[in-house]
């Protein structure tokens, strides 16, 4: 009698630890759709920003963990001592290359600080990354149809370069090895709405003197090739590596002169930033200038003239130093997502994009995903057909499954990202056998590599 009171309570302690298990279960399922339903509404105020991205892919991880059977696993919960390693090694790993993105603490209005770095660093709050690239694009070079040292003949200078293959850098890129201008023939007479994109580094520390790495907007022509820029009618922008700081000068034919100076820890030789992105966006009178994912400048008056702009680089330093440009981009800025997604049932952008021969999304996507999550989040009615395409480099049947996986990849940013029902949101790919052109230069394959939105 006592084995079958024993063997009762057994079974009963048995079940009650079922019952338990069971319930923590669903607890923890509760917790992690909370989550996820939190890192929803987190990505979509922060999307254009790395923050955003980060949190979503974390729950997208616990998701995934939740689906694969791992719920049961508990995560011990980091002493002082484990966090200080942890961080001490995720150090070590950006330093060595690895491809993590940078941990940037977020600022107030979804704005963010500078990176944290060793050593006293000046704190600085920077614009997000609200640029937006215009889509048809009117000119593009990274150098690659030249040989090592030529120089191209769509540009014009009163100084030297010439193109060269850089060390542990990929591509072309053009040097700039002396003081002058670089005249684009192409970018003269600049559209009101337009966005100019390049990449560009230096080998050296310039020091502080001198005027730095130059654009020169000017109405007048001849100022272009110009020492000295100080002719009405010029605006300017300094961007100095050697002080850490971009110059903005304004020469207005009516009206006082402005000159004034902005912090730019983005490209600072002195702790050994030497490469930057910089991207260009005119909009009428106003300019903005964006470092990597930063904004730096934004001046509503920058474009003072109502005759038409033309564009230079120019280099001046005192030190004997190189600036290298590469993937100068071009376009006039198209029209705006919504009304295009809304009125015309279409959308088309090369601006979403992809590690090579991968599904994975890069960062500056953000901008142009976040204006598709806002449309389909403010108009719960629309649904909307995702068709990926590519360029024709390679095989065309690992195209096709490629470009399919890269519409599946921007479902899945829209649904935990924003939240979007996965019921509104169909996909296709269709490899490179729907080309827009030849398909034969590296500026006609990057149209060719784009995402179509269709409304259904």
Not at 160 to 179: A, T
Request: net charge neutral.
């Amino acid at each position: 009698m006592n084995s079958l009171k024993l063997l009762f309570f057994l079974s009963c302690f048995l079940i009650q630890l079922a019952v338990q298990a069971q319930e923590e279960k669903k607890n923890l399922l509760k917790r992690i759709t909370e989550k996820t339903k939190t890192t929803s509404e987190q990505r979509a105020e922060n999307t254009g920003d790395k923050i955003g991205n980060k949190i979503g892919d974390k729950a997208d991880a616990a998701v995934d963990s939740l689906l694969s059977g791992a719920w049961f696993k508990k995560k011990k919960k980091p002493n002082a001592e484990n966090e200080k390693s942890q961080t001490k090694g995720k150090t070590k790993s950006k330093k060595e290359g690895d491809d993590e993105e940078d941990s940037n603490e977020e600022g107030a209005n979804g704005d963010r600080k500078a990176n944290v770095k060793n050593g006293p660093q000046s704190v600085g709050a920077y614009g997000k990354f609200d640029f937006v690239a215009g889509e048809k694009q009117l000119y593009f070079d990274n150098f690659d149809r030249l040989e090592v040292g030529d120089f191209p003949a769509e540009m014009n200078t009163n100084a030297s370069g010439e193109v060269v293959k850089l060390e542990n850098k990929e591509g072309k890129w053009l040097r700039l090895s002396k003081n002058g201008s670089f005249v684009p023939d192409a970018m003269q007479k600049l559209p009101e709405n337009c966005t100019i994109e390049f990449q560009v580094g230096i080998n050296a520390d310039p020091t502080n003197n001198m005027s730095g790495f130059g654009l020169n907007f000017t109405t007048i022509q001849e100022d272009l090739m110009k020492d000295a820029f100080f002719s009405k009618g010029t605006s300017i922008v300094y961007l100095h590596p050697g002080a850490a700081e971009a110059g903005i000068f304004i020469n207005p034919t009516n009206g006082p002169e402005i000159d004034n100076q902005i912090k730019m820890p983005q490209w600072d030789v002195k702790s050994g930033d030497q490469f930057v992105k910089v991207s260009i966006w005119r909009q009428k009178g106003r300019l903005r200038v964006y470092m990597n994912e930063d904004k730096i400048i934004d001046v509503p008056r920058f474009f003072t003239e109502t005759s038409s702009y033309g564009f230079a680089f120019f280099r001046s330093f005192f030190n004997d130093c190189d600036i290298y440009i590469t993937n100068l981009r071009y376009a006039v800025a198209g029209a705006d997502t919504r009304n295009k997604l809304l009125t015309e049932g279409r959308f088309t952008t090369n601006e979403i994009l992809f590690d090579v021969n991968s599904d994975k999304i890069k960062p500056e996507s953000n901008t142009i995903l976040s204006d598709i999550g806002k449309v389909l989040s403010e108009n719960a009615t629309v649904n909307v057909k995702i068709i990926g395409h590519t360029d024709n480099d390679g095989d065309a049947a690992a195209n096709m499954v490629l470009s399919k996986k890269r519409a599946e990849a921007v479902k899945m940013r829209l649904v935990y990202g924003f939240g979007i029902d996965e019921a509104r949101i169909q996909t296709d790919g269709k490899g490179a056998s729907v080309p827009l052109n030849a398909n034969k230069t590296p500026e006609e394959k990057a149209i060719n590599r784009r995402v179509e939105f269709i409304k259904l």
